[in-house]
């Protein structure tokens, strides 16, 4: 029995999509899914469906693509907390654990102690405060566009009925710390959010400046205040292993299909947070 993860699998493209068909049968093996799945409710029907019958335990959170709405499609789509919550229902209906259930505990020991942990899937957003100190909040997207374009939530991502996505992602925040406060000091966690929990995290050559729409600084300490021996994240297309604080922080997205190697199949990706 292990605990497997993986972000960012991008159904809208075919190639992901037929790849994710393809995937093995892991039997009793529990799969993370860290955001970006799909911008369309059906293709997260889709993999709920499949990847339901290749796990024995599936746990989602939501990334900025989920929440998507294209205006020109329809003007009665979900939008904001609307979509959120259809996502939530959609994942509940195949059984799987969101940000809005109780957190789950891991049924087995660590390997190399006898603490118990809690996975705990969140939602938080971002509030642009992974800029510099020297750009002001309404200066931000001009000061991006000084060397790339913005960042594609400015249009499909309507925070409703916040007034900002800085609102949503405060209360997102407020709400997830009262719930992460209730886990017994005597667990430990894996932390699972789609966007990074710290900006030192992120490492964007060709997008330098699309920092702000990575995370909030609200998020930084986290990993100790709540005592994570993984912290698990998505959102940057750039797997890797980090160590801060003797805590491990893992990106785990498989990305567009030019990000990865489809004759590896996903299963090669897939990154495992627990070993069996």
């Known amino acids: 029995m292990q605990l497997l993860a993986i972000?960012?699998?991008h159904l809208s493209q075919t190639s992901n999509k037929d790849a994710l068909i393809k995937m093995a049968d892991h039997r009793d093996d529990w799969l993370i899914i860290g955001g970006d799945t799909?911008?369309?409710p059906e293709l997260h029907e889709f993999a709920f469906k499949e990847l339901s019958k290749r796990f024995a335990r599936l746990i989602w959170v939501p990334g900025n693509h989920d929440l998507w709405t294209f205006v020109s499609k329809s003007k009665y789509a979900k939008r904001g907390v609307e979509k959120y919550n259809l996502l939530v229902e959609i994942a509940r209906s195949f059984g799987v654990i969101t940000p809005e259930d109780p957190f789950?505990?891991?049924p087995e020991k660590s390997n190399n102690d006898t603490e118990s942990l809690f996975i705990a899937p969140l939602f938080l957003l971002y509030d642009y405060s992974f800029r510099p100190k020297s750009v002001d909040r309404k200066n931000v997207k001009n000061w991006v566009r000084e060397v790339h374009a913005e960042c594609s939530d400015e249009i499909l991502l309507d925070p409703k009925?916040?007034?900002s996505r800085e609102e949503w992602c405060w209360e997102r925040c407020d709400t997830s710390i009262k719930k992460l406060s209730n886990i017994p000091d005597s667990y430990k966690?894996?932390?699972?959010n789609h966007w990074p929990l710290r900006l030192d995290l992120i490492n964007l050559p060709r997008v330098p400046r699309f920092t702000p729409w990575c995370g909030t600084e609200l998020t930084n300490d986290w990993h100790n205040k709540f005592r994570a021996n993984v912290v698990i994240s998505g959102h940057l297309h750039t797997r890797r292993t980090d160590f801060?604080?003797?805590?491990r922080f893992e990106e785990v997205s498989l990305g567009y299909r030019r990000q990865w190697n489809v004759n590896h199949g996903i299963d090669y990706y897939l990154r495992t947070i627990i070993a069996d």
């Open 244 to 247: 801060i604080d003797d805590c």
């Open 7 to 9: 972000s960012d699998l």
């Open 161 to 163: 009925p916040y007034k």
């Open 38 to 40: 799909s911008e369309k």
């Open 104 to 106: 789950l505990e891991w």
């Open 189 to 192: 966690t894996i932390l699972i």
